[in-house]
């Protein structure tokens, strides 16, 4: 007995080039459309993780301050816009936040942001920009004319009532430009907002005039 021949209909053979080239073309303009949207989104992440760590460590300073019964004191550097960090110490003087070694008398031994590791084979500066990631602080800090603070252990408060003041930063691209301002009141509490109406869109509160 003789069989029929199968006959491959055309609903079986598979996707032309035609439509191969419409779906990959609509594809890349999905993408194209996605990422600057997805850039952005990445891009605020990182700064308001940025900012929240800054507040976090003066919040922790204040903490071990009352805690210890011992004034804290926070220091700001900033040799460059890229490279900055913050850090805490035990006592009224400055300590170095780029300092990795423990045992130095500068050490910031209550807290430092950005984590720097003493055995990396990179200098405490370029570890920082390399974990600070682009974000950057604009002009100096101004805390009572002086880039740091004192906070008096009895009352949690600002060891001088006029070093109150302000630290600025910026998100790395410069099309995106997102601002944060991180406020020391005389309280010793740190807050965020946004000094602009762009950068209300990270999730900081407009900035008080």
């Known amino acids: 007995m003789l069989r029929q021949p199968q006959v491959r209909s055309r609903d079986e053979s598979g996707v032309t080039l035609v ?6 073309t609509v594809a890349a303009t999905l993408l194209t459309l996605a ?5 952005a989104f990445r891009e605020r992440s990182l700064f308001r993780g940025t900012t929240d760590q800054v507040l976090g460590l003066v919040q922790l300073a204040r903490f071990e301050s009352v805690q210890r019964d011992r004034p804290v004191t926070v220091t700001v550097l900033t040799p460059s816009p890229v490279q900055w960090c913050v850090g805490a110490n035990e006592g009224a003087v400055a300590c170095n936040c780029f300092e990795t070694n423990a ?7 209550v807290a430092r942001f950005p984590a720097l590791n003493g055995a990396s084979p990179l200098a405490p500066q370029a570890q920082a920009q390399q974990l600070l990631r ?17 906070i008096n252990p009895k009352l949690g408060t600002l060891d001088d009532p006029v070093s109150f003041g302000s630290l600025l930063l910026r998100s790395p691209t410069d099309a995106l430009a997102y601002r944060s301002r991180i406020d020391i009141s005389p309280l010793a509490r740190a807050t965020a907002c946004a000094p602009d109406s762009h950068s209300h869109t990270v999730g900081f509160t407009q900035c008080p005039p």
């Open 19 to 24: 439509e191969l080239l419409i779906t990959l």
């Open 35 to 39: 990422l600057p949207a997805f850039t």
């Open 103 to 109: 045992a130095s008398a500068d050490f910031c031994e």
């Open 134 to 150: 682009g974000v950057q602080v604009v002009g100096a800090p101004n805390f009572g004319g002086a880039n740091r603070f004192t």
